[in-house]
């Protein structure tokens, strides 16, 4: 690793008779090792740190920053919240070139606003694997207070490109390390057994809040950390950064109320409030008080209440903040179940909920049977000057966010990035977002380079905000003028969310050239690359009569899978068959394919199917089209017709979770073929395993999953 370079060079100068401060950092960007729960894992810091440098400036300086490359691959650096012209704003290929190995890129922008912000990586999945920082931009004359600056994020032993893939696989690894699968033995031991049917009779998966089962979570690169000496009577602000790739975390004080004075930056009208939460890539500024000459806990608890990481205020004896108890999944499937339709769209039941004030998922709290608190919503943030828009011409935009928690696709209107024009804007327009959130899922959405009034009810003091957390059912209003120009990145904050396709550009009508984009069309086929990722996902069973397994290739869209089965007898036989064809639908419960179906059993003697045609299995070697269709309780029913004429049903399903690790599957069609079989999960790639096949009869062994 190279040696940190941190360089701080003022340089005064006279603008208006002001003094103008130039402030000049240079971030190094290298790989790193870190040993976060024992084991050593590559990363990426800044200077040779997690979370990078916190860079200062005052407001009225000018920044010059620096960022060398010393990856083996290219990056680039977002400056989230920040108002900075275009080219700078650091969206690879559609704002900023990105950062080449070995090269060195200058951002150059004044500082017009002061407040907590953060820096992060745009560039592939850079940011979960270490790469982000705070931004403290003080006021003018500010008067220096105690203050502690929090960055929160999350860390996961596997590579984020693998846990992508993960999830597009639709395996439920990261549920089972967290202990939340809702599998029928749960079910039925906690007397939500029927919940359960209905849960899979409406094809829904089982209740989350979040998508990965993190190692750790951390606050300023540890799990704990001291915080400055203070004693009884004492106030410290807290300026804190949500720089996690896609945790959200509830905040507690073991000291008392939290005062929240700033929201993504902004002063807001001070509130005090027992917990909160705080949405990815938000930050708070907030003041607590310590009560007595003892260490209080400020505790962050991720919202699935798996992982914690906590800074102690004060000396003495330890002041822990409650425990927040495991979530309720049961209850809170019970309620989806309530509010989802058969075709996989929800039904709010005539309720009007927006900005938090309604948390569909309290009915999984446990302590809110016990104790009243008060929790931070986005309807108790007033601004603290009026925050009302120009003059101008309105252009309302209607967006759904959409999702489909079996395949991972996140859209916007049933559409990814790559399957969207840009959206025109022009200058001098108010443009007004109807946002409707109708997945089972937070999101936490990012405007770049503008900030947006949030319509909660405070009227002409609507706050300030550039990052919106919309709970699942809402409908908020979002609206920002149109003050800047080029093209603009509208997308959800979950890492995974955002490469998976849920996001907009919105583009400046005639706007002059931005100098770092060379080609335009080319840079826009780069941007579309990250949703247009092929997903590989294998699994293949070793077992005492044969082996047989899968492989498939994924899209947004399309899927390519084949299988085959081989016998370790010669009267077992082997066959291959495969498909590539497409998902149709909102949920994509349709897929029309082609294929083929190569089959040799030596031991097949000559029958009949159940439709009275001649059953081809022991030597056959056709091609095929047909559909598969997704029916209540997750199984997928297919229909085929083969080059010969002849018919094809099938019913299958893998995966039902008779415990969190023992898994049945089974298959029938009207070929008179099937197969039942259990799998016992031992890891994510390794598995115990048994079946009975009609062709190569019982077998026990193993399977590896990839």
């Not at 446990?366 to 919503?377: C, F, G, N």
């Not at 935009?397 to 990035?417: D, E, P, Q, S």
Request: glycine fraction near 8%; charged fraction near 20%; hydrophobic fraction near 40%.
């Amino acid at each position: 690793m190279k040696l940190p370079v941190f360089i701080i060079i003022l340089v005064f100068g006279y603008r208006t008779g002001i003094a103008q401060k130039t402030i000049v950092y240079h971030l190094n960007v290298t790989d790193t090792m870190v040993n976060y729960t024992g084991k050593n894992e590559s990363a990426i810091a800044i200077n040779g740190t997690i979370p990078a440098p916190t860079l200062y400036f005052t407001e009225g300086d000018t920044a010059e920053i620096y960022v060398h490359n010393s990856l083996q691959e290219e990056t680039i650096i977002h400056w989230h919240g920040i108002i900075l012209p275009n080219q700078y704003d650091g969206v690879p290929y559609l704002t900023t070139q990105p950062i080449k190995p070995g090269q060195t890129h200058l951002f150059k922008f004044p500082i017009i606003q002061s407040g907590t912000y953060w820096y992060h990586s745009h560039a592939g999945f850079q940011e979960q694997n270490g790469m982000y920082g705070a931004l403290i931009f003080r006021k003018k004359e500010a008067v220096m207070e105690k203050e502690y600056i929090l960055v929160l994020s999350d860390w996961i032993n596997e590579k984020p490109a693998q846990v992508d893939r993960r999830l597009h696989a639709a395996t439920d690894w990261y549920s089972i390390k967290k202990g939340a699968t809702q599998n029928y033995g749960q079910a039925i031991q906690q007397g939500y057994f029927k919940t359960k049917l209905t849960n899979e009779w409406k094809r829904m998966v089982p209740m989350d809040v979040s998508d990965v089962a993190y190692d750790c979570v951390l606050l300023n690169g540890q799990v704990e950390t001291q915080g400055p000496p203070l004693k009884a009577g004492d106030k410290i602000r807290l300026r804190i950064v949500n720089g996690s790739a896609s945790s959200y975390f509830w905040l507690q004080f073991a000291g008392g109320k939290i005062t929240v004075i700033a929201n993504d930056g902004i002063d807001v009208q001070p509130v005090q409030v027992d917990r909160m939460i705080i949405a990815v890539a938000e930050t708070y500024d907030m003041e607590v008080t310590i009560p007595e000459n003892m260490s209080y806990e400020f505790k962050a608890t991720t919202e699935d209440r798996t992982k914690t990481t906590s800074l102690w205020l004060g000396s003495g004896m330890k002041m822990p903040a409650p425990l927040l108890p495991a979530l309720e999944y049961f209850k809170g499937m019970e309620m989806m179940n309530s509010m989802m339709n058969m075709d996989g769209t929800m039904d709010n039941m005539g309720m009007h909920m927006h900005d938090q004030s309604m948390d569909m998922n309290a009915v999984m709290y446990p302590e809110l049977t016990s104790q009243k608190m008060v929790t931070l919503k986005y309807t108790m943030l007033r601004a603290t000057t009026a925050t009302t828009l120009p003059e101008g011409p309105v252009k309302t935009l209607h967006f759904n966010l959409t999702g489909n928690m079996n395949r991972y696709v996140w859209a916007i209107n049933n559409k990814t990035v790559s399957e969207s024009d840009k959206i025109l804007i022009k200058k001098g327009e108010n443009v007004r977002i109807i946002l409707y959130n109708g997945t089972m899922m937070r999101h936490p959405m990012h405007l770049h380079g503008h900030f947006f009034r949030v319509l909660n009810g405070q009227g002409e003091y609507a706050p300030l905000k550039n990052t919106l957390d919309i709970m699942p059912m809402e409908t908020d209003t979002l609206e920002f003028a149109a003050t800047e120009s080029g093209d603009w990145f509208f997308h959800c904050h979950i890492l995974y969310h955002m490469m998976s396709g849920m996001g907009r550009i919105f583009s400046y009508a005639n706007s002059p050239h931005n100098p770092e984009v060379h080609d335009s069309a080319m840079a826009l086929k780069m941007v579309y690359m990250d949703d247009r990722m092929i997903h590989p996902a294998a699994h293949a069973a070793f077992q005492s009569n044969g082996t047989d397994g899968q492989i498939s290739l994924s899209t947004t869209r399309y899927k390519f899978q084949s299988q085959w089965k081989v016998g370790f007898t010669q009267q077992a036989g082997y066959e291959s068959q495969g498909q590539i064809g497409r998902y149709l639908g909102k949920m994509q419960y349709w897929f029309p394919y082609v294929g083929w179906d190569f089959q040799y059993h030596a031991n097949d003697a000559a029958g009949k199917t159940m439709f009275g045609q001649e059953n081809t299995s022991g030597h056959r070697n056709v091609a095929v089209a047909g559909v598969q269709y997704l029916l209540p309780f997750l199984i997928i029913a297919d229909a085929r017709v083969d080059i010969d004429g002849n018919i094809r049903l099938q019913l299958s399903r893998q995966d039902v979770a008779f415990t969190s690790r023992l898994r049945f599957g089974f298959m029938a069609n009207t070929d008179r073929e099937y197969m039942l079989g259990l799998r016992y999960i031992i890891t994510k790639t390794f598995s115990i395993s048994t079946q009975y096949d009609s062709d190569l009869k019982f077998g026990a062994g193993i399977t590896l999953s990839y």
